[in-house]
């Protein structure tokens, strides 16, 4: 068999330019990239463009996409419609501290898309949305402390560091009495005194506490799904019994859609699940890619600014994010993209059963066809504790094998897949191929790793 030119799809990775820049970056930044999520050591992928559905790193191997930035790259990386249309923008300046056009249709097409939302704002990033959101909660009731569920991921400022990602569960404590862990050192413990976590899917402790501390509770931030954890599902009811609970103690619910909203439906989980919030956070697939995020919901609660609370930013609905999310949210407006993607994604799933059924293995898929996890049992958790339980070994040495191999999952299983409408018929059959390929060597280096064990014993 001729071997494939290097750079090429499945070809042998080159990686000699890439740990060069891991030198030279770890020198000057710590784990030699701006986000502790991006540094995997000397296998730091460093990326010099993209294209669609495929990316090529600096040694210029090829991968099919299956991390789209972590979502955002909704329509496929450098998109003509969004690209032509900010640049054209751009061209007329970039950053005012000065309300444009731009921002104004950016949030018309928000409300439009979502059929609830009243008012929002723009932001840069989900971070940014998802604090302002929750200030926005304690502002509107006078109350202090937000509820939040475990595993659940809502930024990296520090009210939402907490009781995050531990891999020893035990750290949590008990389920019906979770310990406010934060997410390594430099929070203040006054500051994750004001969250109080509880299990996802877990209404029984949620109706518990807010008995208990009901009369301090600002709100609860929600992922629809638990999409740190492979994107768990709701189990049936679960949202509609938070909607409840949040009405009855008169607490503001907060969905998290930075990466589910315009994704999952045009409305997002919200539209999907058939919830009405009272705030919710956007991001992600609202720009192709570009920086900005937008946190809105019912015109009473926002409201409060400008009076009563403090939100602003130099770069807030700067003219690049503002005119990325207009082009972005018109091409998604009438659901056929999503409705591809979707379609895309379940191709994709029944392709991977397949390859599981055919080994004998269990394989269960969370979330949803466009931004979908997959865990090696019959049945999926119901939370992050369950998913702690689950054999991610497994996961994590396919996807690392997987790039390898020229199509690239994030290489840790608490991380979903995401899709593009780039994403092609020959791109799923060659991900299917892939996948089968690198789980057949995890197989063979964990049996090899178990004969070896036994013969030691022996």
Known sequence: MATKPAGSLGATPRRDLQRATFARASAIMPGGADSNFRSWGEDTVYIDRGLGSHIWDLDGNEYIDLRMGYGPVILGHADPRVDDHVNERMRRGVSFSLTTEDEVRAIELIRELTGWVDMARLTVSGTEATMHAMRTARAYTGRTKIVKFEGQYHGVHDYALISVVPNDISLLGDRDNPVRLAWGRGIPSAVADTVIPV?????????????EQGDDIAGV????????????????????????????????????????????????????????PDLATYAKAMGNGYPVAAFGGRAEIMQVMPEHMSHGGTYAGNRVAAAAAVATLETLRDGTVLATIARTGRTLQAGLAEVAAGRGLPLSFTGHPTMFGMIFAETAPSDYRGWAETDHDLYD????????????????????????AAHSDADIARVVDVFADSLDAALEARAHAGRRAGGQGA
């Open 199 to 211: 299990s996802y899917n877990d209404t029984q402790t949620l109706q518990r506490v807010f008995e």
């Open 397 to 420: 040495a396919v996807a690392l094998g997987m790039h390898s191999r020229g199509a690239m999952p994030e290489p840790d299983s608490r991380e979903p897949w995401f899709l593009s």
């Open 221 to 276: 931030i929600i992922e629809p799904v638990l999409g740190n954890a492979q994107g768990i599902l709701p189990r049936e009811g679960f949202h509609q019994e938070v909607r409840a609970l949040t009405r009855a103690y008169g607490a503001v619910l907060i969905f998290d859609e930075v990466k589910t909203g315009f994704r999952f439906a045009r409305g997002g989980a919200a539209e999907y699940f058939g919830i009405e």
